[in-house]
């Protein structure tokens, strides 16, 4: 599904942040980049949804050049969960999932389906949390919900960059198990930057 052909990233001063990376990664493959802080871990993920352009090489998602994408096209099919989650704090729960699905032009009752749907899959009660504000929710419910926001629009790509470590660590525990099962059960392609 998405395979990097000797891909660099230098910036201005010559600083190579990615150094001729070659990789396959297969749909449904739960794909990992561990390394310290600083070593282009983040900026490989910026590179696949176009945030950040390459130097040299190419990236493909199914054989076809991420420069020949729309962009919108291609940043709709990849959902981004960040470690500082970012919800818009003057919208409800609901709305913060809706936002891709409404871009899209879903009606509202399928985005209302598939908010009950995601919130029910990371255990969130959908009557409790749909119309509650980010800032009624702790810090792993927050996560939660940056994490289903990222799958609303059923996304074939999720790129994760380090979306548990401002957490404390029962809770960064836990949402890794549940993203785990999360996975097996939707067969996204994942990647998940954790340094």
């Known amino acids: 599904m998405i395979r990097f052909d000797n891909v660099t990233k230098k910036y201005q001063d010559n ?10 990664i297969e749909d449904g493959e739960f794909f990992v980049f ?3 802080s600083g070593c282009g871990k983040t900026t490989t993920l910026k590179m696949i949804n176009r945030l950040i352009p390459l130097t040299t090489g190419t990236i493909y998602i199914n054989e076809k050049r991420i420069s020949d994408y729309n962009i919108h096209e291609l940043r709709f099919d990849i959902g981004y969960v960040l470690q ?3 919800l818009f704090p003057h919208m409800t729960i609901a709305e913060n999932i809706a936002i891709v699905p409404e871009l899209k032009k879903w009606d509202k009752e399928k985005i209302y389906n598939r908010t009950t749907e995601l919130l029910e899959m990371v255990g969130l009660d959908p009557e409790t949390y749909r119309n509650r504000k ?7 419910e927050q996560q939660r919900i940056g994490v289903v926001r990222a799958l ?3 996304p074939s790509i999720i790129l994760m960059d380090e979306p548990f470590s401002a957490l404390d660590p029962i809770s960064r525990q836990k949402l890794q198990q549940d993203i785990s ?14 340094a």
């Open 181 to 194: 099962l999360l996975q097996k059960k939707i067969k996204k392609t994942h990647r998940l930057c954790h």
């Open 134 to 140: 980010p800032k009624e929710l702790s810090g792993g």
């Open 15 to 24: 600083e190579i942040a990615v150094n001729q990376v070659n990789l396959n």
């Open 34 to 36: 561990i390394g310290p």
């Open 84 to 86: 500082q989650i970012a």
């Open 152 to 154: 609303a629009a059923d």
